[in-house]
Structure formats: structure tokens, C-alpha cells
């Protein structure tokens, strides 16, 4: 049976015509016959098609899989920054170039701005919080009506000693008692100011408990009759006054810190026996 197709001559003719194609099967029931090796790699030769090698195809196809992945990641996360050239993109503005340039003036200036804080330590915290409890203190003296009344104890804004406050210039703390008492003896004393006369030193060094002590030690003339300008002592008590007057009925007026006002000043009508008396020490 010949195997040349209708209307060619030969082999070579199909082949330059282009109908001779030897990878197309065979008719139906027709049994191709067996080629060898040597005719096989012939006709892929002449076929143009080179057979890869097994299990590199495989090879090819994963690469090109991962590179399509990859490429499509980075498309998606690049898209966003060049979609939409009509709207956002068109309406963004360049990036000007000065407006992130650090310059000397720049430099200069924030070294300003940073210089107008100080560094804040323990030291200012607590002089800070001084200074506010301080205005506290001035603004509640002020409203208790203390100074018409004729307090002079010159540091009432000054910080008490549950405050945090420390000793006054004479010695003993700010708003106690004793402390307005020893002014108002320096007062007498005409000592206004520093040096003062009177301190915890030279008058009593101790509570106002043992004030009726230190004054007996120190040979002061002491008494039960009511003087103006004599410290007025509590029997048995921790707390001393200032007598500014004594009325007709005998009864005298206290002057004091820290008995009806907390750290604070305030005045009273007591009876005469209510206190023992020590007199104003010699000048």
C-alpha cells in the first residue's frame, strides 16, 4: 500500500508543501508501524521540537508559577501608589524639597524654644509645691477676716509644719503657737526684724508644755494675775497665748495660733484663772 497522499509525488514534495506532517495520527484502524530510535529523534529533528528532558518541564511550570505570584504580589502593592491618574494621583502636589530641609535658622530656633525650659528636678518640684501651698495659705488668711482683727504674725502664708514647712526665723515652726507668742515678745521687745531678741535659743527650748519650766530656770518673774503682754500658759496643757487685753469683769482677751484655727490665728474671751501667767522676760 503506498504511503504517498493523492496528488504529490513524493515525501519531499508534501514535506516543502507543507501536507506532510508525521506527528498526525494515523487513520482510524490503521496500526502505525514501530520506528526506530534513529528514525524517532529524525523526525523531531525535522518537526522542529526538541523533547525536554523528564521532570524538567515539571521545573518549568513551578518557576514560572512562583514568578507569576510574585509578580502579581508586587503589582497589587504597587497599584494603589498609580491607580486612579485622573483623580488622586493628578490632584498630588511634588514634594517640595524645602519644606523637610533642616537648616542653621531651623537648628537655631528649636535651641531657642529649648532653651526657655529649665531642667526640673526634685529641688523645683518641691519649690513649686511650696509655692502653691504658699498661695493657699495667703488666700485663706486673707478671707478669715485675721488681719483686721490685728494679727501681725509677719509669715501666715508660710508653710506649717504637717505641710512640709520648716522653722521660722526664730527657730521655731511656722504657725505654732510658741512661734507667734516668741514674735509678739520680740514685738514688745521692738525687734521687728533679725537680729530679734527673743529665739528658741535664749527663751524656751521645748513645747509649750515646758515653757512654764524654762521660765522659772531662767529666774523670770511668773504669777497667776493677768498681765497685758504676759504669755498666758495652760496649766497641765501644751498651748500658750498672748494676753492683749483684760476686761472689766476680769477676764482676759487671748491672742493665738493653732488653737481654734488650724495653724491659724485667733482671738478668745477666757476666764482670768484659766491660765498661768509668765511676764515678759527683761529686756
Excluded at 511550570?61 to 494603589?80: K, R
Amino acid at each position: 500500500m503506498s504511503t504517498e497522499a493523492p496528488g504529490f509525488a513524493s515525501r519531499r514534495q508534501m514535506r516543502e508543501a507543507g501536507a506532510y506532517r508525521p506527528e498526525i495520527a494515523p487513520a482510524a484502524g490503521t496500526r502505525p508501524a514501530k520506528k526506530s530510535k534513529r528514525t524517532r529523534a529524525r523526525d523531531v529533528v525535522r518537526a522542529g521540537v526538541v523533547k525536554p528532558a523528564p521532570g524538567s518541564l515539571r521545573r518549568k511550570l513551578s518557576s514560572a508559577g512562583v514568578m507569576t505570584v510574585v509578580v502579581g504580589l508586587f503589582a497589587s502593592l504597587t497599584l494603589p501608589a498609580f491607580a486612579d491618574q485622573d483623580g488622586l494621583a493628578q490632584n498630588a502636589e511634588p514634594l517640595d524639597a524645602q519644606a523637610v530641609e533642616i537648616t542653621a535658622a531651623t537648628t537655631d530656633q528649636s535651641a531657642s524654644i529649648r532653651d526657655t525650659y529649665g531642667v526640673t528636678n526634685a529641688a523645683d518640684l518641691r519649690k513649686m509645691y511650696a509655692d502653691a501651698i504658699r498661695q493657699q495659705n495667703l488666700a485663706a488668711y486673707m478671707n478669715s477676716g485675721a488681719r483686721e482683727l490685728g494679727d501681725d504674725y509677719p509669715w501666715p502664708d508660710q508653710l506649717s509644719r504637717p505641710q512640709g514647712g520648716g522653722l521660722s526665723p526664730l527657730n521655731y515652726y511656722y504657725r505654732e503657737c510658741v512661734d507667734f507668742v516668741a514674735w509678739r515678745l520680740n514685738r514688745d521687745a521692738g525687734a521687728t526684724s533679725a537680729p530679734f531678741r527673743w529665739v528658741w535659743s535664749n527663751l524656751a527650748q521645748g513645747s509649750a508644755y515646758s515653757w512654764k519650766r524654762e521660765w522659772e530656770s531662767n529666774g523670770w518673774p511668773t504669777g497667776t494675775t493677768p498681765v497685758v503682754g504676759a504669755v498666758a500658759w495652760i496649766p497641765g496643757g501644751n498651748h500658750v497665748g498672748y494676753v492683749s487685753g483684760i476686761l472689766s469683769d476680769g477676764s482676759v482677751v487671748i491672742e493665738e495660733y493653732n488653737y481654734a484655727v488650724d495653724h491659724g490665728y485667733s482671738q478668745r474671751i477666757a476666764p482670768a484663772s484659766a491660765f498661768y501667767y509668765l511676764y515678759a522676760p527683761p529686756r
